[in-house]
């Protein structure tokens, strides 16, 4: 005959539950999965910005550790300003050139120099590559120049609304910050 005590109960009790828990903890929770969402606009063309997202759980329950990220930065590079289409003259105003570059590449050289200076500009877009033309820079003002008519806006489009000089005259961009 078998006989159960109070504590024989208790102890049973205490040590399925410890099996139950131990099962549970080892298999872990079955955790749905994170569905975020497109990033959306950035809040600034230039300067730094944001761009947020909405991110959902597949079920009631997900990681929160592996939650993705619902905000970031973008677009961080300065930003510059196009002063306007000007002409070049007999007094050469590039006073300093860095080869053919996009307008991106020509800022980026532009802005490693020390000082940095106020101006930057594209003159003479190439023929076989529509977003590159003659980079120059300097601390002008360049934007007082007489206006010129025959600058251009770049065809590629990666480059987008991004403008280049044409003979003899010069797209001035002014560097803000």
């Not at 196009?82 to 002409?87: D, E, P, Q, S, T």
């Amino acid at each position: 005959m078998v006989y159960y005590t109070m504590d024989n109960l208790v102890i049973g009790l205490v040590v399925v539950l410890l099996l139950v828990a131990a099962w549970y903890f080892l298999s872990g929770p079955s955790y749905g999965e994170w569905a975020p969402a497109s990033w959306g606009k950035c809040s600034a063309p230039c300067g730094g910005g944001q761009q947020t997202r909405s991110v959902t759980c597949s079920t009631d329950l997900c990681d929160p550790l592996t939650k993705p990220l619902e905000m970031q930065k973008c677009n961080e590079i300065d930003c510059v300003e196009y002063k306007g289409c000007y002409k070049d003259s007999t007094q050469r105003v590039l006073p300093n050139t860095i080869g053919t570059r996009n307008k991106d590449e020509c800022y980026k050289a532009v802005k490693s120099l020390n000082p940095v200076p106020n101006y930057f500009g594209l003159q003479y877009r190439s023929t076989t590559n529509p977003g590159v033309a003659e980079c120059w820079y300097g601390n002008g003002p360049y934007d007082t120049l007489g206006a010129a008519s025959n600058c251009i806006t770049t065809a590629d489009p990666k480059y987008p609304g991004y403008v280049t000089g044409g003979a003899w005259s010069n797209a001035v961009y002014k560097i803000n910050g």
